[in-house]
Every structure is written in structure tokens, then in C-alpha cells.
């Protein structure tokens, strides 16, 4: 199993920057997806962006350019760096792990991953 604890969330106003952290915990010394999704009030959740154990990322248009997402394989942690936040940023961001199957890749979008954090709250005001 892989424990997820987020942090990093907070307020900030629109075009401010903030960075996500993801400690992930547990078997994390098998090769794993990981990425962010988030969930804004009355909306679907919205898978964000997801890295590979090869470095290998996918992201989402609508945070291309602003959002970028990286890992740090010796600290066990998943970040996501935020740039040039809008008011419909707004939501709760988790972290998203499974174990990566071999030969077909890591799934998309990450919101189906079998290991998920608490999430942290992200609000942009205008």
C-alpha cells in the first residue's frame, strides 16, 4: 500500500503561485504513476497532470503552461508547482498513486488511481 499526505494549499490572490507537496509513504520502492487531480465545489473531479517512474509527464490543457509537475524520488515526494492561478483553480488538489503495470503505461486520468491523500484546499480570489 502507498500512504499520500498533501500539503502546500492555501489562499492566494489571482496570478500568485503555489506549490503542492505529496509525501507518499509505504511500498513506495516499486515503480508508480503519480499525479493531481482536483474537485471544485458542484463540479466533477478533474484529473491534472501525472508522471511516470521514467520521469515521462501528461498534462492537462487546461492547466498547460501554468501548472508543471515533478517528483523527487529520494525524498518519496510529488510536487505541483502552480503558476499564474485563476478564480476557477479554486478546489481541493490530491495526490494520486498506483503501481505502474508493465508494458501499457499509466493510466489517465489519475483520479482512478488506487492510492489517494486527504487532499488541501487551494482558493484564488479575484
Known amino acids: 500500500q502507498i500512504q499520500l499526505v498533501e500539503s502546500g494549499g492555501g489562499s492566494v490572490q489571482a496570478g500568485g503561485s503555489l506549490r503542492l507537496s505529496c509525501a507518499a509513504s509505504?511500498?513506495?520502492?516499486?515503480?508508480?504513476?503519480m499525479g493531481w487531480f482536483r474537485q471544485a465545489p458542484g463540479k466533477e473531479r478533474e484529473g491534472l497532470a501525472r508522471?511516470?517512474?521514467?520521469?515521462?509527464?501528461i498534462s492537462a490543457l487546461s492547466i498547460k503552461g501554468r501548472f508543471t509537475i515533478s517528483q523527487d524520488k529520494a525524498k518519496n515526494t510529488l510536487y505541483l508547482q502552480m503558476d499564474s492561478l485563476k478564480p476557477e483553480d479554486t478546489g481541493t488538489y490530491y495526490c494520486?498513486?498506483?503501481?505502474?503495470?508493465?508494458?501499457?503505461?499509466?493510466?489517465?486520468?489519475?483520479?482512478?488511481?488506487?492510492?489517494r491523500g486527504q487532499g488541501t484546499q487551494v482558493t484564488v480570489s479575484s
Open positions: 509505504g511500498d513506495t520502492n516499486s515503480r508508480a504513476c
Open positions: 508522471i511516470d517512474s521514467n520521469g515521462n509527464t
Open positions: 494520486a498513486a498506483e503501481r505502474e503495470p508493465r508494458n501499457i503505461g499509466c493510466r489517465w486520468p489519475p483520479v482512478v488511481y488506487n492510492y
